[in-house]
T-cell receptor, first 115, second 109 residues
Framework: GAVVSQHPSRVICKSGTSVKIECRSL??????MFWYRQFPKQSLMLMAT?????????EQGVEKDKFLINHASLTLSTLTVTSAHPEDSSFYIC???????????FGNGTRLTVT | GQNIDQPTEMTATEGAIVQINCTYQ??????LFWYQQHAGEAPTFLSY??LDGLEEKGRFSSFLSRSKGYSYLLLKELQMKDSASYLC??????????WGAGTKLIIKP
């Protein structure tokens, strides 16, 4: 159980375009979903926390107008990287939880390359 | 501030046992998690401890001492596929996860 599906797994886009990444909890209702970014050989960096039906809470230094998060239902959250630039190239990972103290379950991640 | 400390890198031999330590200082405590992350992949959940003591799950065990702010992950009968990063994370009083930087475990034949 506790499967989180994330897609696409890999995307290449041109600078200036927008990319949407989907995160779905397949067999449980996720009260909270988290979006992380990870650069090569670095730790997970939390970008934002989203609760179903409310605005996402962004971490310091993360531009909310650039990284749009929508958590429309208890099983789906989306991250849209708007006007992507090469420095946005990274590994984006979503995770979901039924609520504390349940563990986070991670999607397989999306490798974004902006050319 | 809140912080999680774990060694950056460890090396062990196939078939042996290795213990990865994690110490933490957080505002409140609602449990400690261990995750495994292979290079280029997302983390996968290994264990959760909220009470003191040892939790055993196959070849992997996790220990917690809340009074010492200390946990360890014990891996037995190491296999080459256990080469990965192991992440320690603590859930604080606000139910937010505080992540350690991870320990890269290298298994040698």
């Amino acid at each position: 159980g506790a499967v989180v599906s994330q897609h696409p797994s890999r995307v290449i886009c041109k600078s200036g375009t927008s990319v949407k990444i989907e995160c779905r909890s397949l067999d449980f209702q996720a009260t909270t979903m988290f979006w992380y970014r990870q650069f090569p050989k670095q730790s997970l960096m939390l970008m934002a926390t989203s609760n179903e039906g409310s605005k996402a809470t962004y971490e310091q230094g993360v531009e909310k107008d650039k990284f749009l998060i929508n958590h429309a239902s208890l099983t789906l959250s989306t991250l849209t990287v708007t006007s992507a630039h090469p420095e946005d190239s990274s590994f984006y990972i979503c995770s979901a939880t039924q609520g504390p103290p349940s563990p986070l379950h991670f999607g397989n991640g999306t490798r974004l390359t902006v050319t | 501030g809140q912080n999680i400390d774990q060694p950056t890198e460890m090396t062990a031999t196939e078939g042996a046992i290795v213990q990865i330590n994690c110490t933490y200082q957080t505002s409140g405590f609602n449990g400690l998690f261990w995750y495994q992350q292979h290079a280029g992949e997302a983390p996968t959940f290994l264990s959760y401890n909220v009470l003191d003591g040892l939790e055993e799950k196959g070849r992997f065990s996790s220990f917690l001492s809340r009074s010492k702010g200390y946990s360890y992950l014990l891996l037995k009968e190491l296999q080459m596929k256990d080469s990965a990063s192991y992440l320690c994370a603590v859930m604080d009083s606000n139910y937010q996860l505080i992540w350690g930087a991870g320990t890269k475990l290298i298994i040698k034949p």
